[in-house]
């Protein structure tokens, strides 16, 4: 039987092989737009392996080659470990030429661009250069080619930078922007061990609207890891005195909250409200949610939902200094 809605993202393994098997089907009989919608949908989900992950991508990366999307395909190819993906992405970057070199003071425009910074970013990570880390990981958090999970990890990246950098303070901001952009539990629960370390989830709103102190507290919960507390809070806040707009940035937090879970038709619903009617960064994180993890676009939408969640980040610009299933998907690469 055919999958109704083949955008909507399966929560169970039995669906994830009907997925699987209808999406196989579809590229074998040259039906490239059913086997996009079907390979998208399953690479979003929780539990797959990183075999069916790295399929998927590799599928996925071909078709938007077809399409003529270069930078959706080398997201693609780029995630990707089956065979001949690398190959397939080798062949695509080797068409450009002068590719500018990683700089905090530029924010990378193509996916090609933005996987370079990625790699540079984490190489000075790796050489514990953390001026230079975070100079890139800020930059690359701007780019309008970052998916929200790997806006996510770059938020991550520069607030252990920062850490390293002596910023306690803006590190923690860095991993507050980062937790509700992760795409599972695992990868959350780290960022949420930094954010108690360093003395997070803490806010108070005393003098707020009911609705806006219900929301300040459910996010305070959700930093501090009492998932039932977070969940109770934000969902009586849709029910309370105050502005639209806090009521939506509740529901954007509760659509990361099932999205990490693998609830995904309930996320779904929630991003909606929010990408409606919240408030920034939370209405820019909704889209760029929508378009990514939904392939769902939206006239209505932000002029660069990533470029405009990234720069709503807490902390200084980049370059001034003196990132999806948690065992199937990849570190900074994957378009999630």
């Not at 999205?259 to 209405?283: F, K, L, N, S, T």
């Not at 969640?309 to 998907?329: F, K, L, R, V, W």
Request: glycine share 8%.
């Amino acid at each position: 039987m055919a999958i109704p809605d083949p955008h909507a993202i399966p929560e169970t393994e039995a669906a994830g092989h009907e997925y699987l098997q209808e999406a196989d089907q579809a590229w074998d009989a040259g039906d490239n737009d059913h086997a996009y919608d079907l390979y998208y949908a399953l690479r979003q989900a929780g539990f797959i392996t990183n075999d069916v992950w790295d399929h998927a991508s590799y599928r996925l990366g071909l078709i938007a080659q077809t399409r003529g999307d270069t930078d959706l395909a080398v997201q693609f190819l780029g995630a990707s470990h089956a065979p001949g993906a690398a190959e397939a992405l080798h062949s695509m970057t080797n068409a450009t030429t002068n590719d500018p070199t990683p700089d905090a003071n530029q924010i990378p425009a193509t996916a090609e661009q933005f996987l370079a910074w990625l790699h540079a970013a984490e190489a000075a990570q790796q050489a514990g250069d953390w001026d230079k880390s975070y100079g890139l990981f800020s930059a690359a958090a701007q780019s309008p080619q970052a998916a929200p999970g790997q806006i996510g990890y770059c938020y991550q990246s520069a607030g252990l930078a920062a850490e390293h950098r002596g910023d306690q303070e803006g590190a923690l901001r860095w991993y507050e922007q980062a937790l509700p952009l992760l795409p599972t539990g695992d990868e959350a629960e780290e960022v949420r061990k930094r954010i108690h370390a360093l003395g997070g989830g803490q806010t108070g709103a005393a003098d707020a609207t009911p609705a806006a102190a219900q929301v300040a507290s459910g996010i305070n919960a959700y930093e501090n890891g009492d998932a039932a507390a977070a969940h109770t809070d934000l969902s009586a806040a849709l029910h309370l005195e105050g502005p639209d707009d806090q009521k939506a940035r509740a529901r954007y937090y509760l659509a990361a909250m099932d999205y990490q879970a693998g609830r995904y038709a309930d996320a779904r619903v929630h991003v909606e409200a929010a990408a409606a009617g919240a408030p920034e960064p939370e209405r820019s994180w909704a889209h760029a949610m929508l378009q990514w993890r939904w392939d769902e676009h939206d006239n209505t939408a932000p002029a660069s939902s990533s470029a405009a969640a990234g720069a709503n980040a807490a902390t200084p610009a980049a370059g001034a200094a003196a990132t999806e299933p948690s065992a199937a998907a990849p570190t900074a690469a994957g378009a999630n």
